[in-house]
């Protein structure tokens, strides 16, 4: 094989850099650490796919990014060909097996690690204000001044996605194991969006605040799998709330959605609502107008269980804590509850409208809120 011209991008010290080779001799020459020998390295990984200085992909791509590239022309086997080796943390990432479940936070989202044992461990990713951290405490900025960035999952399909001022790209990894979190299988998510969920026993609800109740998540539920836009509408649920992206800067289909969404269906539902349903896309605020309003359910209250219809409210932080979570990072809808588990169906949820499912004396449940729904 013949190497004719290389291309290095965000591999190693070079940001972007490209060499063309004498078909005889070249010969390398550069102060001490500049890179000659990472330039070689790259030489070396077209032959094999493999460094001969590490075993790991994620110590071949630049600080600050999440991928490298190597793009080469070679003269092999008679005939001119490209040779194109993409290196990808988040590949590296997503085959390790480690990721337990995508996490919405009300300015961004982060990927929760699982351990050995399958339970919840160490934050993976986490972006929040146009910034991707690597860790809990933003150990590394993998990705700066960005106008935003998704994480959709599907089965054992990762997808990221981050748009910059310019332009917005995605890659998509498969992981080695299963993704297996909180969220319910498509057909059974299915299953249960069609069926007329059963109230708690000692509900006492009039057959109008029944009605309402359900015609609310079947609302819903006709946006099941929905990646943020409206379907059978038009735009986006945070479009909704926020009426136009051009006025409003900083917003766009990326804007974490959970409150929008709940907030767009109980618009739809406004007419059997007393009073203007409480609309907001920061789930601190939403939690807080149903405080203030007195329609508020703590979690593990056993008199006054949660009912199809209300409003879940998590911290997922509140795993930590011996006393629960109490500061929300995201919010759902109460489908039903079974046994001892609540079902929920949740914007923005891995990117998507999904259907979850939780132990009802689960920490991360902060409570729910209650909309005042007519009686008569």
Not at 33 to 39: I, P, R
Not at 82 to 106: F, H, M, N, Q
Not at 200 to 223: N, S
Request: charged share 25%; aromatic share 12%; proline share 4%.
């Amino acid at each position: 094989m013949r190497l004719d011209a290389i291309t290095l991008e965000h591999f190693r010290n070079y940001a972007h850099q490209s060499v063309t080779f004498d078909p005889s001799v070249n010969v390398i020459v550069g102060e001490n650490a500049q890179g000659k020998t990472n330039l070689l390295e790259a030489v070396y990984l077209l032959t094999g796919g493999k460094s001969f200085r590490t075993r790991f992909d994620k110590e071949l791509i630049g600080f600050g990014y999440t991928s490298a590239e190597v793009l080469a022309d070679v003269f092999a086997f008679g005939r001119e060909q490209t040779v194109r080796i993409v290196l990808s943390a988040l590949e590296d990432l997503s085959a390790s097996g480690k990721i337990y479940r995508v996490e919405p936070l009300s300015d961004g989202w982060q990927l929760q690690g699982k351990t050995a044992g399958g339970t919840p461990g160490a934050v993976l990713l986490r972006y929040n204000s146009g910034t991707l951290t690597s860790g809990t405490s933003g150990d590394q900025v993998l990705l700066d001044n960005l106008r935003g960035a998704r994480v959709d999952l599907d089965g054992s399909l990762v997808t990221f996605t981050f748009a910059t001022a310019a332009h917005s790209y995605s890659t998509s990894v498969f992981c080695r194991t299963g993704i297996e979190g909180d969220s319910v299988g498509k057909a059974e998510a299915e299953d249960i969006l069609k069926k007329t969920p059963t109230l708690p026993a000692a509900a006492d609800l009039t057959e109008t605040e029944k009605d309402a109740r359900f015609e609310f998540l079947k609302t819903l539920a006709g946006q099941y799998d929905s990646r943020g836009e409206i379907i059978g509408g038009s735009g986006y649920f945070s479009e909704w709330y926020i009426r136009s992206y051009k006025d409003n800067p900083g917003w766009n289909q990326y804007t974490p959605w959970c409150g929008c969404f709940l907030s767009w269906a109980a618009d739809q539902q406004k007419a059997s609502i007393n009073g203007d349903p409480p609309s907001f896309a920061d789930v601190d605020e939403g939690m807080e107008k149903f405080k203030d309003s007195r329609m508020w359910r703590e979690r593990g209250d056993t008199n006054n269980k949660p009912i199809p219809g209300d409003y879940v409210f998590f911290d997922w932080d509140g795993r930590n804590d011996p006393d629960g979570g109490k500061d929300p990072d995201h919010v759902g809808a109460v489908l039903c509850v079974e046994g001892n588990f609540l079902y929920t169906i949740e914007g923005n949820s891995g990117g998507r409208v999904a259907v979850n499912r939780y132990p009802l004396s689960d920490s991360r449940i902060v409570g729910y809120g209650v909309l005042n729904w007519k009686t008569e």
